[in-house]
Structure formats: C-alpha cells, structure tokens
C-alpha cells in the first residue's frame, strides 16, 4: 500500500518498524535513516517473515537539506519522526519541501528550554494545508493514545466531558536499586520542574511534585503518583468543549526518587566540569558511566505499565464516569520485539498512525494531534496491534 | 619540664601541639614531624605567646629505622603518636628501641582488615616493661576520656559497676546536604559492619545498625544513635570487675545514612576502577572530589557533641546511676584551635595524657589502656584544658 520512511534507530523506532513490518498489506516499503546507520541494520535485522521491503541509511537529522535528499531518493508517502524531540522541525521543513506526509510522537523541545509547547509546531498548519499534507503531531502513548482516548470517550460515551485525569503508571522492575531508562539529567528535569494543570481556562503551577496521590492500577497494584505537566494537556485543553479541568499524574517509586535527590545533592548530576586529576570530567557523565547500561534493562525488567484516562462529564443528562486504559506487560513486549513497554507503548501507536495515514483515514492536509481525528480505527489497531484498551465505568477517582 | 615529639600533622595534632603550648610550663619543647613538613610548620605558626620551643621534622612514620634517628636526634621524653593507626607499631617500636615513653589516640589496625584489636598492642608489654617505660593506648576521647570516666566512677562513685552505655553524640551542622569529615570509605565500613556488644562474659554480634535507639542528649537535643562495636569495649570489659553488660553507641542522621546508602547503591562508593572515556577511574575517588572539601567543613559546623557515659551499679548496697559526659562546641573549639570539635575532643586528652606521663604521675612501665590508672588528674586536667565533665545522677537511660 505505501512507502515510509522512518528517521531514528532507538528503541522506539526498533519496535516501530518491527511492527510495520508485521503490517506488511500496508507497509510495502520502509526505511530506516538516522545517524548510524549500523543501528538501523540491526533494527532490519530484527525483522523476520515479512513481505515488507526494508532497507537503511544515514542522515543527520538536524540537517533539513540532507533530509530532502534522502526523501527525494526513496520516495516516500509518509516520514515517521522517531529522532529526537529537538529535531521535529527540520524533518517537518523536509517534508513541507518534498510535499510528504509526517508524523512523530513527541512535540518540538528547544534543547535549551526544555519546554514542551505546541505552538512551534502548530505554526506549520497553513504550510502543511499549501503543501497539501498531513502532518500529525504526537502519535506515541502519551501524548497519542491518551489523545485518542478523550475523542473516543466523547464520540461514543459522553455528551460533555468536564474533567479529565490521566494517568501513567509504570510497574516495572529491573532488580536494581537505581537505574534509568535515559538520561539521568531528563529524570532530574521531569521531577524538578513545575506541576502544572488546567482548571477554568487558567493554567495553574504547583511546586515541583508538591500533587501527590495513591492509586490502585489494574494488574499493577498501589502506587504513589506525582502531578506534572504533560504535552497533551494543552490540545486536549484547547480540543476537548465543555472541558473544566485536565491534570496529568506519573508513578515514582519513594526509592527512585530518594536516590535522584541525593545524587543531585552531592553534586553528581551537575553538567559543570570538575577538575580530577588534571583532567575535566562532568559528573552527570561519570555517573551514567557507573550506572547500569539502559539497554541492559529491557531484558531483566518484570511488570507491567498501565496507562490511561479517568472522563467525568455527562451523557443524557446524567453525571457519568469512565475509564479507558491499556496494561502493557515489559516481559511479553521484550519477548516480541527485543524491548520493554516504555517502547513498546510508544513504538505500535506510532505504527497505527502511519498506518492511518496511507489508508487515507487520517488525511487532512494541515497538522493536527491525533485527538482531532476519528478515533475508532486507531482504536480497532490497539486492539490488533498488541496494545487492547479495557474499560472501567465505575473506576476509584483521584481526588 | 619535658620534651614531646608529636608525630602528625592533621586536625587532632593541630589541637594537640596548641594546647602543649598553652601549657609551656610542661611543655617545654615540642618537635612536630610528619611526611609533609609544611604541615608541620602551619600547625607551629599557630602557636602564638607561648614559652614552649617549637620546632619541626619530615619524617616517614612508616620507617622505624627513620624514626629511631629522629627521636635520638631530638630526644624526647615522650613520643606523642597522632598518625595513622595502621602506624603505631611501626612507632612503638622506635620508642622500645630508643626507651622513649610513649602515647597514642586510636589502637593498631591493619590496613588491610579493618579490625580493631588491642592484642597487637597489648604484645608489647614485657617490651616496654624491660626498656622501663610507659606506653599510654588510646588516650583520646573515645576511647580515653570515657575509660577516664569509667576509672572516675568506679573509684569516687560505686563499690560496683554493672553497666555501661557509652553515648558518643555528635550535633553538628555543616550546612551540606551531605559531606564526610574524612574518607567516605572509613564511615562506609562504620555503618556496614556487624554491631558487637559485651554482656555477661559473651561478645554477641548484631546485624550492622540493627540496635537503634532515640536519645534526648544535653545541649543537643533528640538524636537517632546506632549501637557499634568501639575499641574501648574490650579494654573495659577486662578492667572494670563485676560489669556485666557494656555497650556503645554513635548518632547518626537518617539523612546522612540514606545518603551513604544510595551512593553505594548507585556504585559511587566502590573502590573498582571504572573504564571511562579511555581512563581508569575509581569511583570513590571521584565522589570525594564532588563532595565538599573536608577541610572546609571546620569553619561552618555549628552545634556541638555530647559524648559521655552511663553506669549502672551498686554504692553502700543500694543500686545507683550516674552519667559523666563532656559537652564540646563546634565553634568555640574553631574559634580557639582552628579545628572543630571532633578533632578538639581528641587533640586535648592526648596533651593531657603527655602531660601525665611528664610530671610523673602516669608514670609505669608496660603499655595500659588509660582507665588503668589514676583518673583524677586526668579529670582535673580536662577541666582545666577545655573539656569540662558534667555529672548527671539520675539520667535518662537506654533500654
């Protein structure tokens, strides 16, 4: 059916293409660029009984030029975006410029800001509209399911939603007594900033993981969980009529967050360079040096995420409540496609996306979140994919 | 009146060597020598309107052949040894082989196990015996002041000791998150070693920091103390008859001790090199050039220790309790000596018990712990020197 060309080689990617190729009606062709090239080979490599035609290469991402060419080359329907954050608008100028359709899962961040907004992106709309391509901003688990999860809750089971809290709770384990997925300085950013949620038109700051509930996730069990600000509250804030409040709440365990609080005490997460023995060395790398190698998680982390979005609102003039989530399991995605359900939750949404999109169901010339689009067979693909969504209507709320 | 070769340069002989030279009717020379010279010339130019002649040496207290010569070049009268523990035989020694009296602050370890013991020491007494002269052990605080105070109550205040509980406090105040006074390694072992105690002629072992207690201690107020194994449990257990049951315990801030532990979590505290960037690195040694510069920590600690003992017992057939301890403050100590009070509580009863063995009154030969002799001049000297004992007759006890 169509052609796509995935830029980015990490985990999110692996699963990916991993799952494009299992979609094989759809996905004839796909290629997977980025900046080693032998990162994508072992991403095809990964790729087994499929009829998909795969093939890699190299690109900087940052450099637009270098994009364009390799679009021009391969001809693709539709780029899907799974570099970094940072990169988000020089890939959108390449396909802006090759008239291709795009798509990626996590909104532009100026590297130096670290400030997620939509509003660099949203300032494509009406060069996507003259190029006459779709581009669609956020197709991950969240911000992207929760998304589609809030269109869906509102075609089908409510007349008027008025508060909306998700949820994302991860309950994997990997035996260490600390570790990180990423970069340590991401974790330190995400806990040190502000909260932040929407309630009557007003963005309301709190102080950093001063919102602090205990919840009981299907399948996970108890766990602590921080209010914080996330990417979607703002479309959804902006999308969603009727909407009074929207909040966004993470686990943490007491543990992880003990340990990041005294690694930042005693200094060892600071970028400044201290001078050993004559040489310059940043702490925050020493560290990531004496820590477990985040690709050494995957295999050894047990349990399950569980993610989702609590709807209070109304539906035939009665006050409703509802509750759409999806429980990933991190040894059973490890076991399907060599990563654990961090990725795997991202990684098949951006599939179905894609997917969407060289069907024909998701085109719109312009760029839009995936809350703006039908949500039912982005739904049916969860189901299909390896990512089914349950619901609860009598679900425990966060107060 | 008498000659003192001090060997050391660190914050215990800087308190040692002023307070000789304040007292310059005893002391009317005093040589400081150490690996590092320059050391030894700052610790003299801190001693200001004193008659006491102040000079000082290099010498490796590792070499006993080097020591010889020193001390038959100077010839002492006594040797006041605040090195390193792992070098007091080295040093006995020279004193054995010169007849030259000798005192310490802390009993030999090995380097390589880390097990206090006193029959190292202990072996030297026939030595010392035929060359006639006195060998004073651990004539600090803890152990010294507290076997003072245990000789003191013994010989003022009971016809029998049953119990001790020896309460070492220290409230001070750096203002760090976190910061070690001296290699992070030694205070590693501290916590991570079994606990061990004396009761009814038996050594038992407790799990590391697994007996804790609350204590409400004069002038500082409620701290958490962990019970540990201290060198002057052994000389105690063995001198004082009818005790039946000896204990120590340290205070320890739970945040102190949650940060040691994730630091050792996360790797920081290994003594493994790491292969980072091409280089081998310890990370220990990384984690001690982030961490404040113990030398520092002197002018901003604010607070004050509060080491003392409780005994339990029986005076004209009645049962009695009595509590001796010191209260020492961290700034006034800075404020006289230029070091805290940690070294301050040390650096005093080593001068002290020189002073002793010069006017003769702790004169014997053979090497003793210090509750083996007279305890009054030592506690009029402590008095006398800024260290003032109080008394306490009815305190709070530990359970």
């Known amino acids: ?78 780029v899907v975006n799974l570099a970094l954050p940072y990169q988000d608008l020089s890939i959108m100028d390449a396909c802006v410029e090759t008239k291709t359709h795009y798509l990626d899962t996590a909104n532009y961040e100026h590297p130096d800001t670290a400030k997620f907004e939509y509003k660099w992106q949203w300032a494509y709309m009406d060069k996507f509209k003259e190029a006459g391509i779709t581009g669609i901003l956020g197709s991950g688990f969240d911000p992207g399911v929760t998304s589609v999860f809030a269109a869906y809750a509102l075609k089908h089971e409510f007349d008027e939603i008025n508060t909306i809290d998700i949820l994302d709770c991860n309950g994997g384990d990997h035996g260490y007594p600390f570790a990180t997925n990423f ?12 909260g932040r949620y929407w309630e009557n038109g007003e963005w309301i700051e709190t102080e950093p993981m001063a919102i602090k509930r205990e919840y009981n996730f299907d399948e996970v069990g108890k766990k602590d969980m921080y209010l914080l600000y ?40 600071s970028i400044e360079p201290i001078n050993f023995q ?44 509802y509750y759409l989530y999806n429980v990933c399991d991190h040894q059973e995605a490890y076991k399907e496609v060599g990563s654990q359900a961090v990725s795997y939750t991202t990684g098949v949404p951006a599939m179905i996306g894609a997917m969407l999109v060289l069907k024909g169901l998701w085109e719109r010339p312009g760029v839009y979140t995936v809350d703006e689009f039908d949500p039912d067979p982005f739904m049916d693909g969860l189901n299909e994919w390896g990512l089914p969504w349950r619901q609860d209507f009598s679900p425990e709320l966060v107060d």
Chains 1, 2 share one sequence.
């Open 1 to 78: 059916m169509g052609k796509a060309l995935v830029i980015g080689a990490g985990g999110v990617a692996s699963v990916a293409v991993q799952k494009m190729a299992q979609n094989d009606d759809v996905f004839t062709e796909v290629m997977v660029a980025s900046r080693t090239e032998s990162k994508c080979q072992d991403i095809v490599a990964r790729c087994q009984n499929t009829k998909t035609k795969l093939s890699t290469a190299q690109v900087d991402a940052d450099d637009t030029a270098a994009v364009v060419a390799l679009i021009k080359a391969f001809d693709p329907d539709i």
């Open 183 to 194: 970069n340590p300085e991401i974790n330190i950013r995400e806990v040190s900033a502000n």
């Open 278 to 321: 004559g040489q310059e060395i940043i702490p925050l790398q020493f560290l990531q040096a004496v820590l477990p190698d985040p690709s050494s998680l995957g295999e050894r982390t047990v349990g399950k995420t569980n993610i989702g979005c609590i709807f209070r609102g109304k539906k035939d003039g009665k006050d409703k409540t």
């Open 230 to 269: 996330h990417e979607e509250l703002e479309s959804l804030a902006k999308n969603i009529p009727g909407l009074r409040r929207i909040r966004f709440f993470m686990t943490f365990g007491e543990s992880y967050l003990t340990h990041l609080k005294c690694l930042e005490n005693v200094g060892m997460t």
